[in-house]
């Protein structure tokens, strides 16, 4: 996402006070981040994230289903090994 939105990575290490070296890190997936960290990485290059459970009929949830299903992305609709 943050390359994305052009954001460099001396940008969200400024705003979230981790080392450009740890952004790097993260962006790769090199290193297992925690959910705080996570969530504060997201708020640095302008991201929301929702927990809702699924189960809930709201125009979120629909939209989400929607959009994974038409990406094939359920897990009920992946192939069977």
Do not use: W
């Not at 996402?1 to 993260?26: L, V």
């Not at 989400?64 to 038409?70: I, L, S, V, Y």
């Not at 094939?72 to 992946?78: H, M, S």
């Amino acid at each position: 996402m943050a390359e994305a939105k052009e954001i460099e990575q001396s940008e969200i290490a400024e705003k979230t006070g981790f080392t450009q070296s740890n952004i790097s890190r993260m962006l790769s997936c090199k290193y297992k981040i925690t959910l705080p960290n996570f969530l504060k990485l997201a708020k640095s290059v302008g991201v929301n994230f929702y927990i809702q459970s699924h189960d809930e009929k709201t125009d979120l949830n629909l939209a989400f289903e929607k959009a994974m299903a038409e990406l094939g992305r359920r897990i009920d609709e992946l192939p069977k090994n």
